[in-house]
């Protein structure tokens, strides 16, 4: 299967904990994007990357949320010091250079709940 | 603030029957992408329609953009168990890359 892989699907943590979540995009996608999902709502765009560059942040993106892609392949998400907040379902979605009309390609997704 | 309006929220029907799905702004969108979506899982990309008038079909699925490039429909016809799912409309910035997603409808169909 070579669409976009997310890891872990899920992850409990306590409150104040750091996390980072992984997500590998569709091999030779340039561009990658994390959006985040709490339940009865669609997902909410956080943040952009055009191969290792951080091109847009929400500001959804709090000062304790970092994405990294470091080598323009696989990107990482920490959440520091989680809040309860933070529990929802984290989406990473990649599209190829090129490509036109915004068409993204998603992963399953890390569900997180915060205790 | 670029916002999607999706409506009915709910639908529950049963197999066979006809429905409409809609997705509403005052914006307008470079595309329009129709995803549908499992419980636990990501959304699956359906459509993109992109051409103001524009309609794409899908075996029993029909997409059409608005003319004005601000709205959608999703019509579904003979309903069956297994397009049960979440269904999200989600609008291409004209500026910018990302996608600015509608709240979903949540379609049931019974057997």
């Known amino acids: 299967d070579t669409g976009v892989s997310q890891n872990p699907r899920h992850k409990i943590t306590k409150r104040g904990q750091n996390v980072t979540f992984r997500c590998d995009p569709i091999?030779?996608?340039?561009?990658l994007y994390w959006y985040r999902q709490t339940l009865g709502q669609g997902p909410e765009f956080l943040t952009y990357?055009?191969?290792?560059?951080?091109?847009?942040k929400s500001r959804l993106l709090s000062d304790r949320f970092s994405a990294e892609r470091p080598k323009g392949s696989f990107s990482t998400l920490e959440i520091q010091r989680t809040e309860q907040g933070d529990s929802a379902m984290y989406l990473c979605?990649?599209?190829?250079?090129?490509?036109?009309?915004?068409?993204?390609?998603f992963g399953p997704g890390t569900r997180l709940t915060v205790l | 603030t670029q916002l999607l309006e999706q409506s009915p929220q709910f639908l529950s029907i049963q197999e066979g029957e006809n429905l409409t799905v809609y997705c509403n702004s005052s914006?307008?969108?470079?595309?329009l992408q129709w995803y549908r979506q499992e419980p636990g899982e990501g959304p699956v990309l359906l459509v993109t329609?992109?051409?103001?008038?524009e309609v794409k079909k899908l075996k029993r699925l029909t997409f059409q953009f608005g003319d004005a490039r601000k709205d959608s429909s999703l019509h579904i016809t003979a309903a069956q168990p297994g397009d049960t799912g979440l269904y999200l409309c989600?609008?291409?910035?004209?500026?910018?890359?990302?996608?600015?997603f509608g709240a979903g409808t949540i379609l049931r169909v019974k057997s």
């Open positions: 979605a990649s599209s190829p250079q090129g490509r036109p009309n915004n068409e993204q390609f």
């Open positions: 091999s030779e996608h340039n561009r």
């Open positions: 990357f055009q191969n290792e560059a951080q091109l847009e």
């Open positions: 914006s307008v969108f470079s595309s």
């Open positions: 329609v992109v051409t103001g008038g």
């Open positions: 989600a609008g291409g910035a004209i500026y910018g890359n990302k996608l600015v």
